[in-house]
């Protein structure tokens, strides 16, 4: 799957929990200036996805998959700066949609950043919703369509 990791938090070891939380920092924290606190009562139960960089230093990019409400959801997707342009966050959410389609999963929900919007629309991602405000940021609910 595009060498990306699949894990839950209790399966990771302590340097890959590192650089999935230092992605997430630099990006949501430092970059996007977000305050809300980045753990939360999912990440217990969520499916870290990840790839790190060659000396294992840092993830270049990250997301995580939980089921909410009897819903799939995606989250805290963030590619560093260093490598965005190279197709990692398309990349990451195809093994994404790929992994939840072996495991009969018809459907993925996100909270998109209006922002990125496009990103999403480009993955066939629809809007189910109006925007909305999450930590000081419009977002809008998307879903993907997994199945036929």
Known sequence: MNNFSFKKIDEMSGREVYC???????????EQKITLPDLDDQH?????VYRLNEKQTTAVATCRLFEEDHKWMLGRVAVSKKVRG????KK??????????????????????????????????KVVGKPFDEGGVQHVMMKKKLGL
Do not use: S, W
């Open 20 to 30: 999935v939380a230092r992605l997430r920092d630099e990006t949501f924290v430092a």
């Open 44 to 48: 217990l139960a969520a499916i870290q």
């Open 86 to 89: 190279r197709h990692l966050g």
């Open 92 to 125: 990451m959410l195809e093994a994404a949609h790929q992994y939840l389609k072996e495991r009969g999963i018809n459907a993925l929900y996100c909270h998109a950043q209006m922002r990125v919007k496009p990103f999403y629309d480009k993955l066939d991602y």
